[in-house]
Structures are given as C-alpha cells and as structure tokens.
C-alpha cells in the first residue's frame, strides 16, 4: 500500500532525507534526489527570520521544481510568528510544510523553539493548530521521543497533534537530552503505530546507516517510512542501497569512483553556483571526506580540498584523485 501524505504519493515505504541545519541545502538534495530520496526538506528556517525577511532565512525557500516532492521546514517559539511564517513559506510553493519540534541545540530549544515545546505539549498543540489553520497544504511534524528519559511524551504528543490535523509524524528515537549520542531507541515509536488510533504515517529516524539495518528495523518497528540524515552527507547512494536491498535481499555495489568523483563535483558546481564561489567553496568542505571515504592515503588529496579557494584547482584536484584511484582495489566498504 502506498503511503500518502495529503494527495502526495510517496510509494510503498517512502525514504525521506532528513533536514539537516547547514546539510540540506540545494545543492546536497540534488544528489540526494539523485541517490534515491523520496523526499526532502530545506534545512530549518526561523519563523522570525522570515518574517524580518531576514536573507539567510529567505535564501532556504529557494525550492527547484526536480526536488518534488518537498516540504520546507519551520520552527520558532512564537505562535503567531510561526503562524505568519507559514503563510509566507506558503507562497514559496512547496508540496507540504513541516514544524521541526525536535531540533536540540541550545541556540534553538533554549529560546523555547524545537524540542524545547516538548516541554509545553499544550502550547505545541496551540502552535501546531495555527500552522495547519495557515496553509492549504499539508502539515508534517518531526519531533523527539521527549525531553530527557523523565519526560517521554512522544505517544501523548502523536495523538493530539493528529487530533488538530497533521498529516504525518517524524519521530527521532532520542530525547532532546541526548542530543545525538548513545543509540536511537524506536520502541515507543513502534508503540505509536500500534496505537488504534493513530491513522497519519509514521516515520521513524536516527541511526539508519545500512541496508541491512533498515531492512531489520522495518520489521521490527512496522514504520510506515524512514528518515535518513547523516548516513546520506557525502554519501547520497544509502537510499538506492537500502530500496535495491528491501527489492532482492542483496547490497547493490556501492558506487564506483567515477561516481563518487561525478557526484562531488555536481555537488560542488551547485554549491557555487547558488551560493557564490566564496560561500560554494567553503560550505562544501565539510562534505569531501564523505565522498572519498575508504580511499588509501586519501588525506594528502584532502587536505588541499579543504585548503583550496580556487575552483579551477579543485576541478583539477578532482581530476587527479580520479587519475590516481581509478584502479586501486578494493576500495573499502562505505555502507
């Protein structure tokens, strides 16, 4: 059965690329959308920041039309600044709108915004009921387990943001207290699919970073999708691995180098082209050691990268590490 969000069909068992502050801009969801995603999310955006008009916050509604399906993500601690928020985001012309409840760091849930609401479940339902009140389109959650082992809610949470609306439900398996360490724990997200009463799609995310382990987990937690998130940075190839495994029961080769170098330097002539050459090269950086993990004696080559202003010579360096690698054998296994 297909699982639908409002009247977006997203297949049987939809993969979905987590929003990643700093991550998932343009230019990393093209190659994931290359990779296999289903769909994707713009990074974060503040509801303040849009509505001053703020650029950087404006600059992340950029959406392409080849992205579709896709949801721009929103978050903030103020009702109505998230209520005029979502009308402006609105306009930007996305399939659906998404309420991140669940970003932990301390710049955002300490100004009471992301997984801080978890600590005030009446007022996430009232800012959740102005955000669907706001839009047409549909409205989409992603959220935490709650906010330390004290204060697990998340069951609590899926029933009455359903009851005001929402179209689907994104649960990380931490709590904000954990921030992104120790190891995802989906148990009360399998709880909440087997609750009667919630009929929206569950998504279950954190810690998907092999097929075998997706393949595993949708069984045993019965989601109806999963969110991948860090497994994808420099490695956009995890969504055709994860579906040709749930396909056949066999690893799909990872990818060659020539696709590793391919989908860096696509990755890289985006980020420059929608960011400018200053901004495009620095930003990619954080991205190269990703795309050429496994590689024998590979830090001379990523040194420079990360050094190097000039486009032209990282266009050239690429050039080389393909010249160099093309043969080596075996390259280590990134899955």
Known sequence: MSVKIGNIDLGEFPLLLAPMEDVSDPPFRYVCKQGGADMMYTEFISSEGLIRSAAKSRAKLDIFEYERPIGIQIF????????????????AGPDLMDINYGCPVKNVACRGAGSALLQDIDKMVKMTEAVVKATHLPVTVKTRLGWDDNTKNIEEVAERLQDIGIQALTVHGRTRAQLYKGEADWTLIREIKRN???????FGNGDIDSPEKAANWRLEYGVDGMMIGRAAIGYPWIFREVKHFFATGEHLPGPSLLERVEACRTHFSKSVEWKGPKVGVF?????????????????????????????????????????????????????
């Open 283 to 335: 930003e990619m950086r954080r991205h190269y050691a990703n795309y050429f993990k496994g590689l024998p004696d590979f830090k001379p080559y990523r040194t420079q990268l990360v050094k190097e202003e000039n486009i032209d010579t990282i266009y050239t360096l690429l050039d080389e590490i393909l010249d160099k690698y093309i043969n080596v054998e075996p390259i280590t296994e990134l899955a």
């Open 196 to 202: 009667p009463r919630i009929k929206i799609p569950i």
């Open 76 to 91: 903030g601690s103020d009702i109505e600044s998230m209520r005029e928020a979502t009308e402006i985001a609105t306009l």
